[in-house]
């Protein structure tokens, strides 16, 4: 069995087997939030130089390779729910609970990156 990632909303529940590691921790983001990045981590992961960021991302790409199951929670989005995220497009909700430019996605794309490596 291979291990998952995904990216989930501070107002969506965990998956039930999965860890959920969040990214206000992830020592990646300016102040007790997720929309702005440190300056340090921002651009190609190698070229990041905050080693504490660096670490945070490794342990995730360990724990996937491990076939962990893991959940990426964000302090930026209510849900990252597919189906929210159309209903969200399609105004259907009266408060806006999705950031557009959340950095989640892009976070756990390159932790599945990393870990596929060799
Ligand atoms: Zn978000």
Redesign the pocket.
């Known amino acids: 069995m291979a291990g998952s990632i995904r ?1 989930i ?2 107002g969506e529940p965990k998956d039930t087997s999965a860890r959920l590691k969040r ?1 206000v921790q992830s020592g990646i983001f300016r102040d007790k939030d ?1 929309h702005h990045k440190l300056i340090d981590c921002q651009g190609d992961f190698e070229t990041w130089t905050n080693a504490p960021a660096k670490d945070w991302i490794n342990a995730r790409v360990k724990e996937l390779r491990e076939e962990r199951e893991i959940n990426i929670g ?4 209510h849900s ?1 729910d597919p189906q929210f995220l159309k209903d969200e497009q399609e105004g259907k909700h009266s408060l806006s609970g ?2 557009e430019d ?3 996605d892009e976070i756990v794309e390159l932790i599945k990156l990393l870990a596929a490596e060799e």
């Open positions: 990216h909303g501070k990214l997720t964000c302090e930026c989005c990252r999705v950031n959340c950095y989640g």
